[in-house]
């Protein structure tokens, strides 16, 4: 059984002007969530640089990916709202977003961790920009 979507007036019937204050609600942790990743990792380098013996100029990279994945995913949020819609890209966005977490948090080297920030920028971009949307 296929289930139709539900579009925004019908929210607004079941739920009432409390449907957009839980729009808002749920936009801005989801984002706020995303965003946070990216400034907490600069605390925790020291200790990744340990972690995987690397140096400074190595450990940065886990930085800069994940600030250029941000910016990559804010001029792609605009295509993807259109392509896919708010709700979809909120959604999906946000699950990948956990994966990638977790894949980082498990990653068994530096190389897997960059990649794991990386994607995890390119979403909080996107997620960042949407939640600006709605």
Known sequence: MRRT???????FARYGERYRIYVTVIALLGTIS???TTTTVNVALPDIMGAFGI????AQWISTGNL???????LLSAW????FGQRKTFVVG???FVVALLVAALSPNDLVL????????????????LSMFI
């Open 34 to 36: 995303a965003v946070v």
């Open 68 to 74: 250029a994945g941000q910016t990559v995913g804010q």
């Open 5 to 11: 979507p539900e579009t925004s007036e019908v929210l």
């Open 80 to 83: 993807l709202i259109t392509a």
């Open 94 to 96: 946000l699950c990948i």
């Open 55 to 58: 140096g400074q100029d190595r």
């Open 114 to 129: 960059v990649a794991a920030r990386v994607v995890q920028g390119l979403l909080a971009g996107v997620l960042q920009s």
